[in-house]
């Protein structure tokens, strides 16, 4: 494969890593740089422990063939053309940009940059943080922003479980310091990646972006969840509702809810809204709908919890003498993250009613799921489940999708709980067949 032009990735984390793997495979020469001296050294032996889909073997292939290195040395970015920032952004218990990463990095990057080089900023951030932060501190090193080098800010758009194919596929939203920046920001991801860009006037504009999907897809589950529990008080199936909803024409599309679940999880959707609401704040505008989403979305862990509590109570069952088995620990389908997932809401609340707990997740790590909920996943399904009164499904990943349920070892009129399996009714009327219970989200 002909090598292009040398790349630098600031930040291996979840975004970095995947971003680094495929502009490797695309041909460039890319260092990545990081702080964490232990994943370094990791990725220098070929030691990838991503579980994102694709990602490991692309940067195994990528470190291999010499197409990828990893350094905590940002010295390493003064022979690239571009350089790529992905670090993390979370937000304090405060609710503000928690900005401690962006801020080290592109004071460290400011001692190594040189003139032509181009500046992309791909960590989540309120409008006006590239232009007043990131700017600023990247020409504390005597250079001009817009004159010696160009910066853009280009959102990262991916969803977990298919982080790659996204990267390819979505358009790439650009926003430059000036024309020039945008032009070549926009040029760039076109070559790499072969995808069309949506370029914006402002850094600002491009910021918003990102924030303003994720604040509409918040505040859309927030709706389905609403919507279902609603949808409950009248023993009507939600995904009948949402189905039949969503065959109406509006605007340029349809009507598109969204489908309710156990909550809302990972880096993105829980912070976003908060981000979006906080910046409102600071500059005098009071908007409600980040606040509403939010607060909807983090009561359906004890919402879900409940349910079981429930039906065990319906059966004359205490909870001190139930056993509930939990499958899936992640927070969504077919992902290994643990990060802000609702399940350990769910979990927490069933542990404080005194539940005995169990729990599988092939896709997590064990010693990471053992940190964050004081309960050690299982080795094996079979053994989870064994004379469980409620089997509860909260992320379908593909190894629970074909379930032998008749061969489980549960309890007698075991509940199966489905918090994001979203099974279909015949699938319902067999587990029935089958003597079990069912609960859903609006089910």
């Not at 070549?184 to 370029?199: D, G, H, L, R």
């Not at 529990?229 to 969503?246: K, P």
């Not at 607060?295 to 862990?301: A, C, F, G, R, V």
């Not at 643990?338 to 005194?354: F, I, S, Y």
Request: glycine share 8%; proline share 5%; with cysteine.
């Amino acid at each position: 494969m002909q090598h292009r032009q040398p790349i630098a990735v600031i930040g291996l984390g979840y975004v970095g890593l995947c971003v680094a793997a495929a502009l490797a495979e695309s041909g460039y020469d890319v260092v990545g740089v990081d702080n964490a001296a232990a994943l370094v050294t990791d990725l220098d032996q070929g030691v990838v422990r991503s579980r994102e889909p694709g990602v490991a073997e692309t940067a195994r292939r990528a470190l291999a063939e010499g197409r990828l290195r990893a350094t905590t040395d940002y010295a390493a970015v003064a022979d690239a053309e571009v350089i790529v920032i992905t670090v993390g952004t979370p937000v304090t218990d405060e609710l503000k940009l928690a900005e401690d990463q962006l801020r080290g990095a592109c004071t460290e990057l400011s001692r190594h940059l040189r003139p032509g080089q181009l500046v992309i900023c791909k960590s989540t951030v309120p409008p006006g943080t590239t232009r007043d932060l990131v700017l600023p501190l990247l020409e504390r090193g005597g250079l001009t922003g817009g004159r010696d080098f160009s910066l853009a800010f280009c959102p990262e758009r991916l969803a977990e479980g298919t982080a790659l194919a996204d990267l390819r596929a979505l358009p790439i939203v650009v926003g430059g310091l000036d024309e020039a920046s945008t032009a070549k920001a926009a040029a760039f991801w076109q070559e790499s990646m072969n995808v069309p860009a949506i370029p914006q006037d402002t850094l600002e504009a491009a910021e918003i972006v990102k924030l303003a999907d994720n604040w509409w897809i918040d505040l859309n589950i927030a709706l389905a969840n609403e919507l279902a529990r609603f949808c409950s008080l009248f023993q009507v199936d939600v995904l009948d509702v949402i189905s039949a909803a969503n065959s109406i024409k509006k605007g340029n599309g349809s009507v598109n809810i969204l489908l309710p679940s156990v909550g809302v999880g990972g880096s993105c959707l829980t912070k976003d809204p908060w981000m979006v609401w906080q910046t409102a704040a600071r500059h005098g505008l009071e908007v409600r709908t980040p606040q509403v989403g939010r607060l909807s979305n983090d009561e359906m862990p004890a919402y879900t919890a409940r349910l079981v509590l429930e039906d065990l109570a319906a059966r004359g069952l205490e909870p001190r003498s139930s056993t509930v088995a939990v499958l899936g620990l992640a927070f969504k389908n077919n992902t290994g993250d643990l990060r802000e997932t609702p399940v350990k809401g769910v979990v927490d609340e069933l542990a404080a009613a005194g539940v005995r707990l169990r729990a599988y997740d092939p896709m997590v790590e064990p010693d990471q799921a053992e940190a964050l909920f004081g309960l050690r996943p299982g080795d094996s399904l079979t053994e989870t489940v064994r004379d469980a009164d409620c089997v509860a499904v909260l992320a379908l990943h593909k190894e629970f999708e074909d379930i032998d349920f008749a061969a489980l070892p549960v309890a007698e009129s075991c509940l199966v709980l489905d918090g994001r399996a979203y099974y279909p009714k015949e699938k319902i009327a067999m587990l029935r067949g089958l003597g079990y219970r069912y609960r859903g989200i609006g089910r």
